[in-house]
T-cell receptor
Framework: QQQVKQSPQSLIVQKGGISIINCAYE??????FPWYQQFPGKGPALLIA?????SEKKEGRFTISFNKSAKQFSLHIMDSQPGDSATYFC??????????????FGKGTHLIIQP | DSGVTQTPKHLITATGQRVTLRCSPR?????VYWYQQSLDQGLQFLIQ???????AKGNILERFSAQQFPDLHSELNLSSLELGDSALYFC?????????????FGPGTRLTVL
């Protein structure tokens, strides 16, 4: 059972364009939604995260949009740069069964920014 | 550099064998998470330890086990290995026990089962 569905699987964007990656979740117990960035040969690193009490969070060129009623959230990368080329994972977590769980990840989006 | 170290970097072994992966968390972090990354399953949470105690369990097989030692380093033991266990294994650490904290990932151990 895939609890966090991520799309697209791969994405090619021109330099300076906007990259958009979407995720949908099923478990209503989730209440923390981070995005991780992974470069080849490295572990994932936190990019930006949001809690469901806000609909949008912006950090520099990265913005998370969150729609609680639709159980969807998305990552927007403005003015995309070649250095943004990486794999992006959305994730979710929350308390269930009385204890906190680890992160539930989407399958990832391989983003290529063409110069 | 996240400050999380994992050894070994690469491990090649045969089916039926047992291996141990090691993780040292960032200085001051009490919580260690283990994840498995494979092409078909993606990144999957296996298990979490906090200050030496098991805190949460994910999709960890019965053939796999983990522990966290008094010096807070953690080991993931994989036994009766199968071809399908070939994957990247990451550990991550956080200061507290909550998954709301930023998780800092190590560079991973690539396991190949032949």
């Amino acid at each position: 059972q895939q609890q966090v569905k991520q799309s697209p699987q791969s994405l090619i964007v021109q330099k300076g364009g906007i990259s958009i990656i979407n995720c949908a979740y099923e478990n209503t117990a989730f209440d923390y939604f981070p995005w991780y960035q992974q470069f080849p040969g490295k572990g994932p690193a936190l990019l930006i995260a949001i809690r469901p009490d806000v609909s949008e969070k912006k950090e520099g060129r990265f913005t998370i949009s969150f729609n609680k009623s639709a159980k969807q959230f998305s990552l927007h990368i403005m003015d995309s740069q070649p250095g943004d080329s990486a794999t992006y994972f959305c994730a979710a977590s929350g308390y269930s069964g009385g204890g906190a769980d680890g992160l539930t990840f989407g399958k990832g989006t391989h983003l290529i920014i063409q110069p | 550099d996240s400050g999380v170290t994992q050894t070994p970097k690469h491990l090649i072994t045969a089916t039926g064998q047992r291996v141990t992966l090691r993780c040292s968390p960032r200085s001051g972090d009490l919580s260690v998470y283990w994840y498995q990354q494979s092409l078909d399953q993606g990144l999957q949470f296996l298990i979490q330890y906090y200050n030496g105690e098991e805190r949460a369990k994910g999709n960890i097989l019965e053939r796999f086990s983990a522990q966290q030692f008094p010096d807070l380093h953690s080991e993931l033991n994989l036994s009766s290995l199968e071809l399908g266990d070939s994957a990247l294994y990451f550990c991550a650490s956080t200061r507290g026990s909550s998954s709301y904290n930023e998780q800092f990932f190590g560079p991973g151990t690539r396991l190949t089962v032949l």
